[in-house]
């Protein structure tokens, strides 16, 4: 009698669960139809597209490896562009990583008018790409800009700048460090820091240890996941700048800041070769794929957890 009792419920329970998950898909339902539609579709006729010669105005035609061919024998803008991005990754992400890091330490102190430095340290991020970039434009100016008008009045010649084949590249650094050491990054830094434990500063401070001491024996190693976190997002973020360089340079003087992705631009929306630019694209994906996966190999040297410093 209780087996035939207890049969039905486990009947009844399960055509509840069932319901419940239909009744969960169903809400989930327009998100699965915009992902699949608006993502993945995008993607999948990127990557055949790649494969073809498509001009926007002409069919398109299968080519096969033809446009991977000619990027990595031919064309030398390709070579250039991925030249340029990675000397930019190289130069600015470290720079950028060590800045937002001295920012949040300076900010994680218990100082009076913390708050206030706080938001003027964040305040640069907050502008928009196309207000900075205009307003970067008019003081890196070689003729009328504010920067060299005050270094002709300590006798110093200003440079040309964004103007200057030599000196756009740091131009454009300079912008790129002004609206980045203190955004995001510094506040993810920021967070990290505040998650150490003040015990473990006392506790080293009754051992003898100093300032130094404490920063590189505590400090550091308790804030190296955060570090890897910031690593991998400045490196995907590093090889998709464009914005900056769109408004400032238009990857000029003589392609001096032509990074990759302002080349697939370009290729896209002014020669409308979406074929060689879908190519370009999913060139990038698999670049920053790699780096990320050696990353990620390379972190367990480096990075150090909790549960494995407790250890």
Known sequence: MKLSLALPRTRELSAARRREAIEGYLWILPWIIGFLAFTVGPMLTSLYLSFCDYRVVSPVKFVGFQNYRYAFTIDNLFWLSLRRTLAWVVFTLPLGILGSLVAAMLLNRRLKGTALYRTLFFLPS???????????????????????YLLSKVGIRGPGWMASVEWAMPAM???????????????????????????????????????LQKAIRLTLPLLSPTMFFNLVLGIIGSFQVFGMAFITTQGGPANATMFYALNLYFQAFVNFDMGYASMLAWTMLVIILFLTVVQLVLSSRWVYYEGELRR
Do not use: C, K, S
């Open 126 to 148: 907050l502008t928009p790409i196309v207000a900075a970039a205009i307003l970067w434009r008019w003081i890196l100016h070689p003729d009328v800009g504010v920067l060299n």
């Open 173 to 211: 650094a300079l912008i790129a460090l002004w609206t980045g050491v203190g955004g995001n990054r510094m506040i993810i830094f920021l967070a990290g820091l505040q998650g150490i434990p003040e015990e473990l500063y006392e506790a080293a401070e009754i051992d003898g240890a100093n300032t």
